[in-house]
């Protein structure tokens, strides 16, 4: 345990060191010294060290000298007395005596004082708290494991249930798949009929149930359907009583403090729907006119400057608008529109930060990366410009997002890292095995995991020549990583 331990902590410092700047070794982290306002490191075990040198503190090999307590290496193993069971002195006693003597010169803030200030000591180096983060987190390592997709036909959309052991998929139409985080499988639970186009999907806060929503029809007298999923049962069945008859429904989300919303969307207007954090739907249904044919597609919770719950509704099937929602427990909601064409592209995708303060939409025309923070949206021209993409998704704990689309497009943003020289690409590699997906595919949904950072890509082609589909399990291998992962 004490190995896995200092070897996560060892690998988040050394991916993130070689970025920060310094003036005095102090600056600097376990194994490591500032030369040139840089920290750097020659060693972090002595068995990096030529024969004859140790790895001291500031991870510059050594030579061993004779008041050293540390036998040199290649000599005979000795036993050392910590007050228990003698200790092999190979490896072991070079390391527990980095860890249970020189942990204290060398790892100031570490386990002396506690595994806990030990341990921040790793995440302020580059790993985040999944429950508040502190900083900008570390560049994130990706590394991606394709998952057989079974019978799944260009997959839309995918969600996890709140306790992380598995995730619902939903295909293009009619079929929907569970995949397994233990099994490492996909498999199909439900079917809505092939007349029914999936566009959504979200569990309740407590995960006692996940929201489907399908649209049946054809333009312009497409219409909104609901189906349940059943944790306890695994089964789905539809709300017929909560069908529209006015519209599409396009999106479903909940809020942090359990406040739950359903976007429809008309030729020339946009309802909203208030649901409870059972899923139940409550109060009366408020409006808005738009423009025809703008299309409003997802909505994300915020915080207005006043710290309250608003919505921010994005637009962008014919022309741009972003709309903001206020005094949304009221019976009257205010509606205001903030931004529309000229000023952004066509947004058809926003995540909304977990925490409520800030949120990503993606303009599917310009590929431009719009940030909503501090009250006030940072968008236009100047916008980071990420090639491909046209969705986005945040991690359960706010600290990275996604933005996905075309060809397996993927760039990690870090919160709050808004500047394009921070925003890196982690795409997806689609053309070889085991994906072997055509030139046509799109990364269409990402679904971070709850409480680490691994999750579910997925996506596929649906075009005339045909449909493909792939599942991909992801992890950030220098993040928060989950217990029973892939």
């Not at 030579?63 to 540390?70: C, G, H, M, V, Y």
């Not at 979200?202 to 909104?224: E, I, K, M």
């Amino acid at each position: 345990m004490r190995r896995s331990v200092v070897a996560l902590l060892v690998g988040a410092l050394s991916s993130s060191c070689a970025n920060v700047e310094c003036s005095f070794n102090s600056d600097c982290d376990y194994n490591a010294r500032c030369e040139m306002n840089r920290c750097v490191r020659d060693c972090v075990l002595d068995r990096d060290c030529a024969e004859g040198a140790i790895c001291n503190p500031n991870g510059l090999c050594a030579k061993l000298t004779p008041s050293s307590d540390r036998p040199a290496p290649g000599d005979t193993p000795v036993s050392v007395d910590h007050g228990g069971p003698p200790v092999d002195a190979g490896f072991d006693a070079g390391f527990d005596a980095g860890f249970d003597a020189g942990f204290d010169a060398g790892f100031d803030a570490g386990f002396d004082a506690g595994f806990d200030a030990g341990f921040d000591v790793g995440l302020d180096a580059g790993l985040v708290d999944a429950g508040s983060p502190t900083g900008p987190v570390a560049i994130g390592v990706y590394e991606y494991a394709g998952v057989r997709p079974e019978g799944l036909v260009s997959p839309v959309a995918a969600a996890w249930h709140p306790g992380g052991g598995y995730a619902l998929i939903l295909s293009a139409s009619n079929t929907v798949f569970r995949y397994d985080a233990t099994a490492r499988t996909v498999t199909q639970v439900g079917a809505a009929g092939s007349s029914v186009s999936w566009r959504a999907v979200a569990f309740t806060p407590g995960g006692a149930r996940a929201l489907l929503l399908g649209n049946t029809g054809a333009s312009p007298n497409t219409r909104g359907r609901i189906f349940v999923w059943d944790h306890a049962s695994s089964l789905l069945a539809e709300r017929t009583a909560e069908a529209s008859s006015t519209g599409t429904y396009e999106a479903i989300r909940w809020s942090a403090e359990g406040r739950g919303v359903l976007l429809g969307s008309g030729a020339n207007s946009i309802t909203l729907w208030r649901y409870d954090a059972e899923g139940t739907r409550t109060g009366t249904p408020s409006g808005y006119g738009i423009v025809p044919r703008t299309g409003c597609n997802d909505v994300a919770w915020v915080r207005d400057g006043f710290g309250d719950p608003a919505l921010m509704v994005v637009c962008g099937t014919s022309t741009a608008q972003v709309l903001s929602v206020t005094a949304v427990d009221s019976a009257t909601p205010r509606y205001m529109s903030l931004l529309s064409a000229g000023v952004i592209g066509n947004v058809h995708r926003i995540a909304g930060r977990p925490q409520g303060d800030g949120a990503l939409a993606i303009g599917s025309s310009s590929n431009r990366l719009y940030r909503y923070h501090s009250n006030v949206w940072a968008a236009g021209f100047s916008s980071p410009f990420l090639p491909g993409a046209f969705g986005v998704a945040f991690s359960s704990d706010g600290a990275r997002a996604l933005a996905f689309g075309g060809n397996g497009r993927a760039h990690e943003y870090r919160h709050d890292l808004y500047a394009i020289g921070d925003i890196t690409d982690v795409s997806l590699a689609l053309t070889g095995m085991p994906f072997t997906q055509p030139a046509s595919a799109e990364l269409r949904d990402v679904a971070w995991r709850p409480g680490c950072h691994e999750g579910l890509a997925v996506g596929g082609s649906n075009t005339l020549s045909g449909t493909t589909a792939f599942v991909a399990y992801f992890q950030v291998l220098n993040g928060v990583r989950c217990d029973n992962g892939m």
